[in-house]
């Protein structure tokens, strides 16, 4: 096996027949178009944590391809990454297998759009955050942002759970779904699950946004 690497893009896997799984190494964050063509022999690629960006045609006509292993949602994903891969069957994300044919088409996009209808109801938390994971890729994605508001209240409280700030902020400034009446509960949420970050990330919002004047108020727990 061998890679062709420019600085963190992997411009070209050249093939070993007899080798049937590969699995890139961490530190690669771009796969460039077409570094997969016709590897007539992979059957499953192994993809690192560092990876942001699958390019279009990355794995054009890898007939045998029959599953992609991610360490991490990547961000930018080619819609035709996977074109002319008859046999790929799964995608498995985070430990979570996804059917790539239940998406009514071969593709790595179409794949992680059904995370957030088919795997909330995993009992893992770290499944549940795949969701987030695509809000911060496209905060303006309808479909998403109308699952989270279905399922707002689990949803947000695992992002406290799971000390993911940024997260939190972003979603703060799309100002979706937080609204006065429940913002008190997740700040005492906050508060019993010590993470007193997002306490205060929670009662700075408040105070902003709802403009109250009492300092006892602002400082409510």
Request: proline share 3%.
């Amino acid at each position: 096996m061998s890679l062709e690497l420019y600085q963190q893009l992997l411009l070209k896997y050249i093939e070993d027949e007899d080798r049937k799984e590969v699995i890139i190494p961490e530190g690669v964050r771009e796969i460039g178009e077409r570094t997969f063509y016709r590897c007539q022999a992979l059957e499953k690629v192994t993809l690192p944590a560092s990876l942001y960006r699958i390019s279009n045609f990355a794995f054009q006509s890898c007939e045998k391809l029959s599953c992609i292993e991610l360490k991490n949602y990547v961000y930018n994903t080619g819609y035709t990454s996977v074109h002319n891969c008859p046999n790929l069957k799964h995608v498995i994300l985070h430990g979570t297998e996804i059917p790539v044919g239940l998406a009514g088409t071969r593709s790595l996009s179409a794949a992680f759009q059904m995370i957030a209808e088919r795997t909330f109801f995993q009992v893992s938390a770290e499944n549940k955050m795949l969701v987030w994971h695509m809000f911060q890729a496209d905060p303006k994605d309808m479909k998403i942002m109308l699952y989270i508001g279905k399922n707002f209240d689990e949803l947000f409280r695992i992002l406290i759970d799971m000390h993911q700030l940024e997260i939190m902020k972003k979603f703060l400034l799309a100002g979706k779904f937080l609204i006065e009446k429940n913002i008190d509960d997740y700040i005492q949420y906050a508060n019993q699950k010590q993470r007193y970050e997002e306490q205060i990330l929670l009662t700075e919002y408040k105070f902003r946004t709802y403009s109250v004047p009492d300092i006892d108020e602002k400082l409510k727990l």
